[in-house]
């Protein structure tokens, strides 16, 4: 028996566990995974946990430069507004962390396990790719996971790989997000990409509803307090919430 694992299990059993993952790097995927947590907080209290173990950005997005305190009844989390923040980053600081795979599974079983997490919905935003981030999810929740792509042949050719493994392992997917597809300008949206027929293709052959997003050359002034930005961006995660 791992007792730290059995630990989160009884933490996230009667939680509605969302993840946002992507097959792989670069797709803006903690900046929508923050984005449905401050969304989502608006309504009710949110949890969100960053598992990345190695690049974790939550924290840098959020302007968070502090650990988290520790109590008797757990690690305590930041708050911002409605939104409980749980981070590796925020036990390590900005110190480099190298472990082997066995180590990385007892690192994410630590974090969920002792999270003093009280909110009944948890976002949790995921590492790119399958690794043990991934499989060590699995062992403690049962998630719904919200992928992120761009449309790009590539993104959508490693996507793929991953909706056949989640599919295989019985985990829903509940929302395809193609990111960063168009740009707004005075003649018309630019496809920065291409336009975005390939995702709407996957969603279409594994049934899995696609929403597209935009690029907001505004966000980046919110790069480090991304809680104060709200563009077209953080609008659109929201009805994709809604929908």
């Known amino acids: 028996m791992n007792p730290l694992l059995e630990l989160a299990r009884e933490r996230f059993k009667d939680k509605k566990v969302l993840a946002v993952m992507s097959a792989k790097g670069g797709v803006g995927k903690s900046t929508i995974a923050s984005l449905i947590a401050l969304n989502l907080s608006e309504r009710q209290k949110?949890?969100?946990?960053?598992?990345?173990?190695?690049?974790?950005?939550?924290?840098?997005?959020?302007?968070?430069?502090?650990?988290?305190?520790?109590?008797?009844?757990?690690?305590?989390?930041?708050?911002?507004?409605?939104?409980?923040?749980?981070?590796?980053?925020?036990?390590?600081?900005?110190?480099y962390i190298v472990l082997p795979g066995k180590e990385e599974g007892n690192v994410l079983e630590s974090l969920l396990g002792l999270a003093n997490v009280k909110e009944d919905t948890v976002v949790i935003d995921t590492p790119p790719g399958m690794g043990e981030e991934l499989l060590t999810l699995r062992r403690v929740a049962n998630p719904e996971v919200i992928l992120v792509t761009l449309p790009s042949k590539l993104s959508v050719m490693v996507v793929k790989q991953m909706l056949d493994y989640l599919l295989d392992s019985k985990i829903e997917v509940k929302r395809l997000v193609a990111n960063m597809c168009y740009l707004n300008s005075p003649n018309g949206q630019i496809y920065p990409f291409g336009k975005p027929e390939i995702v709407e293709k996957i969603g279409k052959e594994y049934g899995i509803t696609v929403d597209y997003l935009p690029v907001d050359p505004e966000l980046e002034k919110f790069s480090d307090r991304i809680q104060n930005y709200s563009g077209v961006l953080r609008e659109d995660v929201r009805k994709i919430l809604e929908s």
């Open 46 to 95: 949110t949890a969100l946990i960053d598992l990345d173990i190695y690049g974790n950005s939550t924290l840098k997005l959020f302007g968070i430069n502090c650990l988290h305190e520790v109590s008797k009844e757990g690690i305590e989390p930041f708050i911002v507004g409605n939104l409980s923040i749980f981070s590796v980053g925020g036990l390590v600081g900005d110190r």
